[in-house]
T-cell receptor, first 104, second 113 residues
Framework: GIQVEQSPPDLILQEGANSTLRCNFS?????LQWFHQNPWGQLINLFY???GTKQNGRLSATTVATERYSLLYISSSQTTDSGVYFC??????FGDGTTLTVKP | AAGVIQSPRHLIKEKRETATLKCYPI?????VYWYQQGPGQDPQFLIS???????DKGSIPDRFSAQQFSDYHSELNMSSLELGDSALYFC????????????FGDGTRLSIL
């Protein structure tokens, strides 16, 4: 099956900083999604982005399907952004996630 | 907007007991997915259903079974529970089973004593 690699595994930021999370795939994907799991365990769908770029407030994502990667940008981070960010290539294989901690 | 509803939110069982988790998808969604997330682990896909038929199968143990009913809700039946089954069980739904965004419920936290 497709291998999903996320980086970095852990990230600590000061509130207000920007960050970029990356997701690499071992094969082409058609159905890329980014999720945020908050400290209470809820999984929130951030973006469905098989290709191109989307923006939603302080978050944006870009998927370059031909090069098998996707990026999630978080700008002006807030403490509520803390949690684990997963990418899922749509065939039910999650990456190991990036654990983000935003400090006040 | 209506979201995916899972019940119960929390469940405590003892070893060798059985458990049934329920998932009610977003209205008009025809596909349901089940995931298991152990402590400190990423979600692992168990099984999915599209139009009441099994569409994909992941790492679901033989002790577990699931089905999707005519109203599109789904149930995950777990038997001979083991300590290692303690986890957060997520259900997600989508409209269509290929190349569609999944929307997750809040999960059922199952604890095995």
């Amino acid at each position: 099956g497709i291998q999903v690699e996320q980086s970095p595994p852990d990230l600590i930021l000061q509130e207000g900083a920007n960050s970029t999370l990356r997701c690499n795939f071992s094969d082409s994907v058609n159905n890329l999604q980014w999720f945020h799991q908050n400290p209470w365990g809820q999984l929130i769908n951030l973006f469905y982005i098989p290709s191109g770029t989307k923006q939603n407030g302080r978050l944006s994502a870009t998927t370059v399907a031909t090069e098998r990667y996707s990026l999630l940008y978080i700008s002006s981070s807030q403490t509520t952004d803390s949690g684990v960010y997963f990418c899922d290539e749509g065939k039910s294989t999650f990456g190991d996630g990036t654990t983000l901690t935003v400090k006040p | 907007a209506a979201g995916v509803i899972q019940s119960p939110r929390h469940l405590i069982k003892e070893k060798r007991e059985t458990a049934t988790l329920k998932c009610y998808p977003i209205p008009r969604h025809d596909t349901v997915y089940w995931y298991q997330q152990g402590p400190g682990q990423d979600p692992q896909f168990l099984i999915s259903f599209y139009e009441k038929m099994q569409s994909d199968k992941g790492s679901i143990p033989d002790r577990f079974s699931a089905q999707q009913f005519s109203d599109y809700h789904s149930e995950l039946n777990m038997s001979s529970l083991e300590l290692g089954d303690s986890a957060l069980y997520f259900c997600a739904s989508s409209l269509g089973h290929r190349n569609q965004p999944q929307h997750f419920g809040d999960g059922t936290r199952l604890s095995i004593l």
